[in-house]
């Protein structure tokens, strides 16, 4: 980790330090100058964190940091944070947790936590056992095993008499080995029990903030975001996407869903047709994506339907959920591919109308990059592609430039550099969707 993340970390620390009743939950002996986890879990009251919100979105806005994206659920606040300075990229993600629950049932509230918290001389932290209490209460209550890698946590802390007396209070049960046999349904009807006995009103409304957050997230938020990237073959979009992950580090390397053109919630055509017996023989020649005849209108026009009702389908059922948690959507090609490229998806129509199809029907993405070279470059990384194929996709790529959602990035020197170029658009743009959320 750089002296840029730390100095992030410090800071948030500090502002923390003088003006929240907050501890780091775990994962926190090398902070800041070595993050081990890929997120600072962080346990804060909502009173707290209400009244530092405003000094903390200044303090990352001052300091050239990001807000890549942002969740607010009835938990927790997350906040991915990222800083680019020429080829220079760093992520940080915070997760403000307000109580340990599941689906508005609380198990334990953040007041608990803190009055019990420790200082390190650097920051507040949570004793082993009340890091075991977070992770071992949420999974038993959701019917997840404990995580393996926390296997030293649950030793040192199953014989707490701290920890005996919080499981029996939540899930009436005498030791962690008699709840470890219980079902998750039997444990989590106990906990509702809990909640209504000791605070019936407040249980109500936890629940109820739980159904809007969650409702409202699907429907009206994007927490993480999608990014496709369309051009011609020879423009370097496998090497682009493959070192764009890997520049989002830990943070999106595992939290991030590659699809290939369209949703694929429907088959290929020429498969379908083929197995409805409407086509005899299927071409698989894939390596040759302008191996197919040109197409007359009508049949342009129904591939377009089929495809349309798969982005359509596709994006509610297969991205929005990957988008509406800290979760990044790649496609590599999409609709956008239809319009540049009509050779590759034998839809032969007016690039204008196609471009309008798609305002109208198609789910757009939050960001399209359109990633070209010049003409000789892609004929040397690609010998097979014609001067003319080219300069048609190049021609079409010029018309979308302009439009809203869409980047052209020439990727004619090193990899890194379009990448670069790619992530301050997404950086900026995310930034300021974000701070308008937030606030």
């Known amino acids: ?54 000094e903390l979105l200044k303090l990352i806005d001052s300091s050239g940091w990001k807000i890549i994206t942002y969740l607010h659920s009835d ?35 953040a007041s608990e936590f803190v009055q019990h918290r420790q200082f390190n001389g650097f920051l507040y932290y949570m004793e082993v056992e009340y890091q075991f209490l ?17 296997a030293w946590m649950r030793e040192k802390a199953s014989q707490n008499l701290v920890v005996k007396q919080k499981i029996k ?12 046999n219980i079902d998750s349904h039997i444990l989590v009807m ?50 682009v996407i ?12 595992k939290a991030h869903v590659y699809f290939h053109f369209r949703p694929m919630l429907f088959g290929n055509l020429g498969e379908v047709a083929h197995s409805a017996g409407i086509k005899k023989e299927v071409d698989r020649s894939y390596e040759k994506p302008h191996r197919g005849a ?25 991205v929005k959920p990957v988008t509406r948690i800290t979760r990044l959507a790649i496609f590599d090609r999409y609709y956008t ?38 003409t000789e470059t892609i004929l040397r990384r690609k010998k097979e592609l014609s001067k003319e194929g080219i300069e048609a996709i190049k021609k079409n790529i010029d018309f979308l430039a302009d439009k809203p959602g869409f980047y052209k990035v020439i990727n004619e020197e090193s990899p890194q550099k379009a990448i670069t170029e790619i992530l301050n658009i997404v950086y900026k743009n995310q930034h300021q969707k974000n701070i308008k959320r937030i606030r």
């Open 1 to 54: 980790m750089s002296e840029i993340s730390a100095k992030h970390i410090s800071d948030v620390i500090g502002l923390l330090n003088d003006n929240a009743d907050y501890a780091v939950l775990r994962n926190f002996e090398g902070l800041p100058d070595n993050n081990k986890s890929r997120d600072i879990d962080i346990i804060i009251t909502r009173k707290s964190y209400v009244a530092l919100k405003s």
């Open 75 to 109: 938990r927790l606040i997350t906040y991915v944070c990222g800083f680019s300075c020429g080829e220079h990229i760093e992520l940080v993600q915070w997760d403000f947790f307000f109580n340990t629950s599941v689906w508005g049932i609380l198990l334990m509230d």
């Open 134 to 150: 977070d992770k071992y209460l949420y999974n038993r209550a959701v019917g997840s095993q404990f995580p393996d890698k926390y």
């Open 169 to 180: 209070a939540v899930f009436r049960v005498k030791s962690i080995e008699e709840c470890d």
């Open 190 to 239: 106990r906990a509702v029990a809990a909640n209504y006995l000791q605070r019936p009103l407040d249980s109500i409304g936890n629940v109820l903030l739980f159904l809007w957050t969650f409702i409202r997230n699907y429907i009206c938020s994007n927490t993480g975001f999608s990014i496709g990237f369309t051009g011609p073959d020879g423009s370097g979009k496998t090497t």
């Open 242 to 253: 493959d070192l764009m992950i890997e520049n989002f580090g830990e943070v999106f390397r």
């Open 294 to 318: 040109k197409t007359g209108m009508l049949s342009s026009l129904l591939r377009l339907a089929y495809y349309s009702v798969d982005y359509l389908l596709g994006y509610f059922l297969r």
């Open 337 to 374: 591919d239809i319009i540049c490229d009509s050779r590759r998806s034998r839809i032969h129509l007016p690039v204008r109308f196609l471009y309008w199809w798609g305002r109208c029907i198609i789910p757009s993405l939050d960001y399209n990059i359109l990633l070209t070279a010049r």
